[in-house]
């Protein structure tokens, strides 16, 4: 395996992260352009959570048929014309429909370089890969915003969709001239539709996968809480300015790089089903006291910030363990199991921001109260797991 291939893996993963977060500090600039109410902006955010989990549904058998470069290119194709579209858009609707495209072209960076992972590496050797990609991943939740809101402040909000544009593109190149295809013709699933929906009945029904997904979609659901809230509690409740945010939430998001470093050894020392009991305990922990301090006010932003740092950092535990724990029994199809996991992660994330923007109040409270729900499901599903191995 090349050196750079992770790398590789990273930078295309990390389409999502930085397609969801570069516009955070754009959200109030955005309703007030198109003079819409506030929270109106995080309906974008949900249509970009549907597009990834409809798209993700076709693009793992489409990678387990016809292998993972081809579809990965057009995906990227599709996402950097939408990408376009986003950045020409005349008005809130067609924005939100945009990024739905453009999520569905991204699905596939989402879901066929956990694939790829799988094709190659199994057990210990496929957490340490899949905390790699998290990794490199996890670099975008701190240069994205500060890199929106650099842009915003110079040349508009338009300006971060053009930057989406050329990154699809950048994606796109480097997949066809370097990323070599780990599925060969001889293990490709050739089958009509009856035989793709008994792979997905035979994946979804298969309890080790089926915990292990609906464990990482728990998490998923209050990290997105968390994020589509941010702006509203950052810029809005504490005032801070578009700059300041970025460098706040970059700052938070630097516990998802350290939990991502510290995974490949505490999976090592502890295996992956302690670090997940402890991570799931540790997001509860967090949501709790978040909760608390949303709700009491106590210590203003300097008080909301530390426990989502642990947040961030106990969730960068559970989502490679938990992608490993889903993939582990389905090398055949690890495509078709990559995109079910991803579909239930999208969706769920999908429901966690939705309700993020239906409870929306101007304060804290509706956001940590969502994010300690996520919490309670974390453990219960944790629990779950553990009957089943």
Not at 15 to 30: C, E, K, R
Not at 195 to 201: D, F, Q
Not at 317 to 345: D, E, F, I, K, Y
């Amino acid at each position: 395996m090349p050196s750079w291939l992770p790398l590789l893996l990273g930078f295309l993963t990390a389409i999502n992260p930085i397609s969801t977060d570069m516009y955070l500090p754009a959200f109030p600039t955005i309703e007030a352009g198109f003079r819409t109410g506030a929270g109106s902006a995080q309906l974008t955010l949900a249509t970009w959570f549907i597009g990834l989990a409809v798209g993700q549904v076709t693009q793992g058998s489409l990678s387990d048929r016809f292998g993972r470069r081809g579809p990965l290119i057009v995906g990227t194709v599709v996402y950097t014309l939408a990408s376009i579209g986003c950045a020409l858009s005349p008005d809130m609707g067609t924005l939100a429909l945009f990024r739905g495209i453009a999520a569905f072209g991204a699905s596939a960076s989402s879901v066929i370089p956990r694939a790829v992972v799988r094709d190659i590496a199994t057990g210990l050797e496929a957490a340490r890969l899949m905390s790699r990609l998290i990794l490199v991943m996890g670099a975008a939740p701190i240069l994205a915003p500060s890199l929106g809101g650099l842009l915003l402040g110079v040349a508009g909000w338009r300006s971060i969709f053009w930057v989406m544009a050329g990154y699809g593109a950048l994606s796109c190149l480097l997949v066809w001239r370097l990323l070599p295809d780990t599925l060969p013709v001889e293990r490709r699933l050739r089958q009509g539709l009856w035989g793709l929906l008994r792979g997905y009945r035979r994946v979804v029904t298969e309890p080790v996968f089926l915990t292990h997904a609906l464990l990482g979609s728990a998490v998923m659901f209050c990290v997105f809480a968390y994020i589509s809230g941010a702006p509203a509690i950052y810029i809005e409740h504490f005032g801070i300015t578009p700059g300041q945010f970025a460098i706040i939430f970059g700052a938070s998001a630097a516990g998802f790089i350290g939990g991502a470093q510290l995974n490949p050894m505490l999976a090592a020392r502890f295996g992956s089903g302690r670090v997940l009991t402890a991570a799931s305990f540790a997001v509860l922990g967090a949501a709790a006291l978040l909760t608390l301090l949303g709700w009491t006010g106590w210590g203003g932003i300097w008080g909301v910030f530390p426990p989502v740092v642990l947040l961030l950092t106990a969730s960068s535990l559970v989502l490679p363990n938990s992608a490993v724990g889903a993939l582990a029994r389905h090398g055949q199809r690890a495509g078709t199991a990559s995109a079910l996991l991803g579909t239930m992660q999208f969706a769920v994330a999908a429901l966690g921001s939705t309700a993020v923007g239906l409870l929306a109040d101007g304060t804290p409270r509706p956001v940590t109260l969502v994010i300690l729900f996520g919490g309670l499901m974390t453990v219960g599903l944790n629990q779950l797991r553990r009957r089943y191995g």
